[in-house]
């Protein structure tokens, strides 16, 4: 099957500081990706959505300018939360989706990523 | 708005019994459904969908259900094993995933 690759799977860092993830589907070309956040025990929460080639598209409440969002090419894409603060502080992961009609349609997720803000 | 949801957070089942999830959708319109499982610290993972033309739908050891009268879909797990043990969620996809609660499912030995 399709397999998504999502690094860091933790990361810790000190308030005020930026912290990137990458999103990488490893072989597919992922012609969209999503980027989601989940508080413990909660549902997934849609963040964005983003098109390669093209500005993401953020969900209602999701600040744009917090959460910086690439996806510069077919396998790759990037989030940035920039200036972390305590409340940033949860699980955040990707899935990727690939060109209309590969394996129907179907988002593969990654591993996800823990993120504590000290 | 539309939501998906789930009757139960938790559901313990004992080993080797069918466990059977259920879920409500207030979307009338909505044609495509999945269902994921999420392991302890991990992510989603696809376990078997459905669309509106369809009621019934199986897999390995899955079957999910759909009435659409009612709005209601359901997972069934045949032979649960401790393998099953996760949060399952159901979702509704048109070009987004809307996932609903979850529910969390104990296998008792």
């Known amino acids: 099957g399709a397999v998504v690759s999502q690094h860091p799977s933790r990361v810790i860092c000190k308030s005020g500081t930026s912290v990137k993830i990458e999103c990488r589907s490893l072989?597919?070309?992922?012609?969209?990706m999503f980027w989601y956040r989940q508080f413990p025990k909660k549902s997934l929460m849609l963040m964005a959505t983003s098109n390669e080639g093209s500005k993401a598209t953020y969900e209602q409440g999701v600040e744009k300018d917090k959460f910086l969002i690439n996806h510069a090419s077919l396998t790759l894409s990037t989030l940035t939360v920039t200036s972390a603060h305590p409340e940033d502080s949860s699980f955040y992961i990707c899935?990727?989706?690939?060109?209309?009609?590969?394996?129907?349609?179907?988002?593969?997720f990654g591993a996800g990523t823990r993120l504590s803000v000290l | 708005g539309e939501s998906v949801g789930l009757h139960l957070p938790t559901l313990s089942v004992q080993e080797g019994d069918n466990s059977i999830i259920n879920c409500a959708y207030s979307n009338s319109a909505s044609d495509y459904f999945i269902w994921y499982k999420q392991e302890s610290g991990k992510g989603p993972q696809f376990i078997i969908d459905i669309r509106s033309n369809m009621d019934k739908r199986q897999g390995q050891r899955v079957t999910v259900l759909l009435n659409k009268t009612v709005k209601h879909l359901s997972l069934q797990i045949a032979a649960t094993q401790p393998g099953d043990s996760a949060v399952y969620f159901c979702a509704e996809e048109d070009d987004k995933i809307i996932f609903g609660k979850g529910t969390r499912l104990h296998i008792l030995p």
């Open positions: 899935s990727a989706r690939g060109p209309n009609g590969f394996a129907k349609n179907i988002q593969y």
């Open positions: 072989d597919f070309q992922a012609t969209t």
